[in-house]
C-alpha cells in the first residue's frame, strides 16, 4: 500500500511549482510565438494567392495586348506588302513603257535603215548588171 507521507507532498507541490513556472516561463510564450507564425503563414498564403491572383490578371491583360499588337502588326504588313508590290507594277510597267518606246523607235530607225539600204541595193544592182553586161558583152 502507499502511505502519503510529507515529502510526498512536498514533492507534488514543487512538481506544480515547477509545472506553473514552465507554462508561465516557457509554454506561453512558445505557444504565443507558434500562434503568430500560424498567423504569419496563413498571411502569407493570402498574400501569395493575391498575388498570385494579380499575375494570372496582368499574364491574361498582357496576353490580349500582345494578341492585339501582332494583329496591328499583321496589318501594317500586309498594308506595307500592298503598297510594295503596287510600287513594284508601277516600276515594272514604267520600265515596259519605256523599253516599248526605245524598241518602238528602234524599230523606226532599222526600218528607215533598211528603206536605205534597199535603195542602195536598187541602185547598185543595176550598176552591178551593167558593169556585168559590158563585161560580157567585151569578151
Do not use: C, W
Not at 494578341?67 to 502588326?73: G, L, P, Y
Request: proline residues 1%.
Amino acid at each position: 500500500m502507499v502511505s502519503v507521507n510529507f515529502t510526498l507532498v512536498v514533492l507534488l507541490v514543487m512538481f506544480l511549482a515547477f509545472l506553473g513556472a514552465m507554462h508561465r516561463l516557457i509554454f506561453t510564450p512558445l505557444l504565443a510565438l507558434m500562434d503568430r507564425r500560424n498567423d504569419q503563414i496563413v498571411d502569407d498564403k493570402k498574400t501569395a494567392l493575391t498575388a498570385a491572383e494579380e499575375a494570372t490578371a496582368l499574364e491574361d491583360d498582357y496576353g490580349a495586348k500582345i494578341a492585339q499588337i501582332h494583329r496591328e502588326a499583321s496589318v501594317r504588313l500586309g498594308r506595307a506588302h500592298r503598297q510594295a508590290q503596287e510600287e513594284h507594277h508601277a516600276h515594272v510597267a514604267a520600265f515596259k513603257a519605256k523599253a516599248e518606246k526605245e524598241i518602238a523607235t528602234l524599230a523606226q530607225s532599222l526600218a528607215g535603215e533598211i528603206d536605205g539600204q534597199r535603195h542602195q541595193f536598187d541602185a547598185l544592182s543595176s550598176d552591178i548588171h551593167h558593169a556585168m553586161a559590158k563585161k560580157l558583152e567585151l569578151e
